[in-house]
């Protein structure tokens, strides 16, 4: 993997195209139609890690609104090929945000926890996707946060522990029990093990927080998907709970940043999607991806701040009305 000038390339795979069937010896596959289909063709446990951001309700162009308890139905026999082509020490990442109805939420990942329990699946840890941009509410607080559930099939499963190592605060930090240790460094050279809350932006993924910018107008990665996902989010899972060489699958693959994210560290990957021009737009982006032209937001990257300096970060001169002169 390397990078030039926020430019994703890759070394390993090389340029084949992307195929429009499941071929064992390919390196990125896109299914057309309905997953629950498609998926058909994917032999049984292929898969080492399933992630995705599934259609959830909440009134975005692409998404029919459909009551919640038929909205899982209908995901069922999406949900039960997924299991399928699940490897027994494979990992499913569902990354969810909340339903809304009269602005009452419901938050997707409660209900989606006995979906996947009764289905055998073991709940690793529930991620928190923090982001600073989004709607603005009148009559509750503005929602800025979605969650990521991480799956196992089994007890036995990948877990990657020296590739998603971060730096630890006190490396300095030295054995104080009395024994042939003693004085020694107590940590790892490689940096500590990750706790359950992420803060991605300080490279210091601590806690089940992880402040990854969402995908907005000024994003580098910024297609017309109305909801798309970060390349970023999905790195961490790919690192983390696959090897090279492994299959990656999205069934709900949009515009291809699941595809992508694998592919940069020498994964394979496989998306369904129905849309046609989402399709068109996810092999363009691993076109340029393999010419070393897809715009990219660097993992880890900090989050902008602003200065002070821009006029959109300075108080409006209408709002400076002195005190005691307010009416």
């Known amino acids: 993997m390397s990078r030039t000038n926020g430019l994703a390339t ?3 795979f090389g340029k084949a195209d992307t195929s429009n069937t499941f071929n064992p010896e390919a390196t990125s596959v896109i299914l057309a139609g309905d997953s629950a289909e498609t998926l058909r063709s994917v032999p ?5 890690l399933i992630i995705t951001s599934p259609p959830y309700n909440i009134g975005k162009a692409y998404e029919t609104a459909t009551h919640l308890t038929e909205y899982l139905e209908n995901l069922s026999p999406i949900v039960d090929q997924l299991i399928r ?3 027994k020490d494979g990992s499913l990442c569902w990354q969810v945000g909340n339903y809304v109805e009269e602005s009452e939420i419901f938050p997707l990942d409660i209900f989606y926890y006995p979906f996947f329990k009764l289905r055998g699946l073991k709940l690793r840890n529930r991620i928190v996707w923090h982001f600073e941009h989004g709607l603005h509410c009148s009559k ?4 800025r946060y979605e969650v990521l559930l991480w799956f196992t099939k089994s007890d036995n499963y990948t877990f990657n522990l020296d590739g998603v190592r971060v730096p630890s605060k006190y490396p ?4 104080y029990h009395p024994g042939e240790n003693y004085g020694k460094p ?4 490689l940096g500590k093990n990750p706790a359950d809350i992420w803060k991605v932006v300080e ?8 402040c990854v910018p969402n995908v907005k107008a000024n994003h580098p990665e910024k297609t017309i998907h109305p909801c798309q996902f970060p390349i970023e989010i999905v790195e961490r899972c790919v690192l983390a709970l696959t090897s090279e060489n492994d299959w990656v699958l999205d069934p709900f693959s949009g515009v291809g940043s699941a595809i992508l994210a694998a592919l940069r560290h020498n994964r394979r990957a496989i998306g369904c999607e129905k849309e046609q021009d989402y399709i068109s737009i996810a092999k363009q982006r691993i076109a340029d991806f393999r010419n070393g032209t897809l715009p990219y937001r660097p993992l880890g990257k900090p989050v902008h701040q602003p200065t002070g300096r821009e006029k959109v970060s300075q108080i409006p001169e209408e709002w ?5 002169d307010s009416q």
Request: proline share 8%; no cysteine.
């Open 186 to 189: 107590s940590g790892n050279p």
């Open 172 to 175: 300095g930090k030295t054995n």
């Open 10 to 12: 890759m070394p390993l």
């Open 85 to 87: 082509v699940l490897a």
């Open 203 to 210: 490279k210091d993924w601590e806690t089940s927080l992880w």
């Open 320 to 324: 400076l009305v002195p005190r005691g």
């Open 140 to 143: 509750r607080f503005s929602g």
């Open 44 to 48: 049984d446990g292929s898969i080492k």
